[in-house]
């Protein structure tokens, strides 16, 4: 009992002392600070500049064979597009959802060409992307398609 008239004279002394907190625990309020609530936060996504950089020197190695496979020019257009096919065999290119590509339309040829431009270029990333994975099935299987 003893401690919680303790505490209620406590209150009661800084209640006295410092009349314009709101409360016990706030800190005082200071007429002269102006609270804003109409601010507004942003957005803006950064750009990896050194991974579009690699992207850029990548392309322009490659290119050639790039353009030999047959594939498409905007399959190449942005680096999404590209890891976007990579990991799942399929992306949607062109204007806006244009239209979607799938590796199945690639002849056996070429996909025995991508197949090797894969293993010399993402042949040791752990973990294996999804179309090289599917392409090392079908190597495996004697480039029998899937569903025949």
Request: charged fraction near 25%.
């Amino acid at each position: 009992m003893a401690a919680c008239e303790q505490a209620k004279a406590r209150v009661r002394w800084i209640r006295a002392r410092c009349p314009g907190r709101a409360s016990l625990w706030a800190p005082p309020l200071n007429p002269r600070i102006v609270r804003r609530t109409d601010a507004v936060m942003t957005y803006r996504r950064k750009s990896d500049h050194l991974a579009e950089r690699k992207w850029q020197d990548w392309l322009a190695r490659n290119e050639k064979i790039l353009h030999s496979l047959g594939l498409p020019l905007e399959l190449c257009s942005s680096r999404s597009a590209w890891e976007d096919f990579i990991s799942n065999g399929t992306a949607v290119i062109g204007p806006p959802r244009a239209r979607e590509f799938d590796f199945n339309e690639m002849t056996v040829a070429q996909q025995r060409q991508l197949h090797a431009f894969l293993e010399g270029d993402l042949g040791a990333q752990e973990p294996v992307p999804g179309l090289l994975g599917f392409l090392r099935v079908r190597a495996a299987r004697q480039w029998i398609p899937p569903f025949a």
